[in-house]
């Protein structure tokens, strides 16, 4: 059941980047975003679904439940993916902050009552975000074309290798009873969802194309996680040397546009 539920995930992965690739034509501006309109109707495809259903459940979801409930959730899930955390701080040799993510698992497994308390937290244990795709660009891998994955959303084509080896590794897929599964699954999402509904209207207000808005964020946020948030500055564009090298031979002094930090 474990590999039939990779397999379904692994040919949505390949549809998806061979309908990218065909899609190659609808160019952008942005040399991150090479199928801009591939990506624009998954994005609305993306929006939709969740105006339709993910968010109304979601808003429903944070209306019923009391907020220490709320958070005991959020705190069990976040819990499981430690473990993982854990081992991406590890593959990408950062054995201090791993230990930490093992403590974590430990403490709020047991004096948490199996996470639903986030004690390790109140006891200064940092907590982590790492995944697989964090651990690829630590390693060098480039970042690729930014994509848009119907219900995952915003990814890297790097990410998107990572998103199937974190579906892969993810306990909660790996739970045998398919109902109990499923609850988990879509209970995590419903949660998930709910801690994003306050951001809503901040994106809404602030965002005068939405797509453009999230991308870049989505690219900058990738980008500083990488790096533990303190990523490196990119380097300059050909264009603004070329214009740097004419201006100091006229003899003005002139600062370098400072490029957008996109991952």
């Known amino acids: 059941m474990k590999a039939t539920f990779f397999s379904k995930f692994s040919k949505i992965v390949v549809a998806v980047a061979a309908a990218g690739l065909l899609g ?30 993910i968010k109304p459940v979601a808003t429903g979801y944070e ?19 430690d473990l993982m955390v854990g081992v991406n701080n590890l593959l990408q040799g950062k054995p201090v902050q791993a230990a930490s993510d093992a403590g974590r698992v430990l403490v709020n497994t047991t004096v948490g009552f199996l996470g639903l ?17 964090q651990t690829f660009g630590r390693w060098g891998m480039t970042d690729g074309a930014y994509v848009v ?23 909660v897929t790996h739970v045998d009873h398919i109902p109990t599964r499923n609850v988990l699954l879509a209970t995590r999402l419903v949660s998930d969802r709910a801690e994003l509904l306050k951001a809503d209207k901040i994106i809404e ?50 600062q370098p546009t400072q490029t957008a930090m996109r991952q």
């Open 63 to 81: 209306a019923v439940l009391p907020s220490p409930i709320q958070t005991g959730v959020a705190n069990f899930f976040s819990n499981i993916a």
């Open 24 to 53: 190659g034509c609808a160019t952008s501006g942005n040399p991150k975003d090479p199928i801009e309109g591939f990506n624009r109707a998954m994005f609305g495809f993306n929006e939709g679904l969740d105006k339709v259903i």
């Open 149 to 171: 994955l119907p219900f995952f959303g915003p990814r890297t084509a790097r990410d998107t290798l990572g998103l199937a080896f974190d579906v892969y590794t993810d306990p």
């Open 117 to 133: 308390i986030d004690v390790a937290s109140s006891m200064g244990m940092e907590k982590h975000v790492e995944d697989i795709g």
């Open 205 to 254: 207000e602030a965002a005068l194309d939405k797509y453009s808005y999230v991308r870049d964020a989505y690219l900058q946020r990738r980008r500083s996680l990488i790096y533990d948030g303190n990523p490196p500055r990119e380097q300059d564009s050909a264009a603004e040397l070329e214009s740097d090298k004419k201006m100091a031979e006229a003899g003005e002094s002139a």
